[in-house]
Nanobody
Framework: QVHLVESGGGLVQPGGSLRLSCAAS????????MYWFRQAPGLRRELVAS???????NVGDSVKGRFTISRDNAKKTVDLQMNSLKPKDTAVYYCAADVVLSTLATYTSWGQGAQVTISS
């Protein structure tokens, strides 16, 4: 069983910053790609950013230049630094990770979600 736990969500004014963190725990061989998704009410879940195990990153167009994804392989964590936040960034943010259990078993694990609200 693998657990992903997000932290750092909250309420912030437009133009402010937040940093989300996600920590993985459990019994697994390794972690591959890690992701941050978000879902606003009434909308589909959207990929915000991803990072490979070697540190290669990809950030969605809607947050490019404002959000940065990073990871610490030793601590099994992935962070999302969010700057210049806008009301449209309001959503539940989910951490996800491709977990390698064995050479034949890999699956994507999800966190429980963290609410981020941008409002004055």
């Amino acid at each position: 069983q693998v657990h992903l736990v997000e932290s750092g969500g909250g309420l912030v004014q437009p133009g402010g910053s937040l940093r989300l963190s996600c920590a993985a725990s459990g019994n697994f061989r390794s972690i591959g790609n890690m992701y941050w998704f978000r879902q606003a009410p009434g909308l589909r879940r959207e990929l915000v950013a991803s990072i490979t195990s070697s540190g290669g990153t990809n950030v969605g167009d809607s947050v490019k230049g404002r959000f940065t994804i990073s990871r610490d392989n030793a601590k099994k964590t992935v962070d999302l630094q969010m700057n210049s936040l806008k009301p449209k960034d309001t959503a539940v943010y989910y951490c996800a990770a491709d977990v390698v259990l064995s050479t034949l078993a890999t699956y994507t694990s999800w966190g429980q979600g963290a609410q981020v609200t941008i409002s004055s």
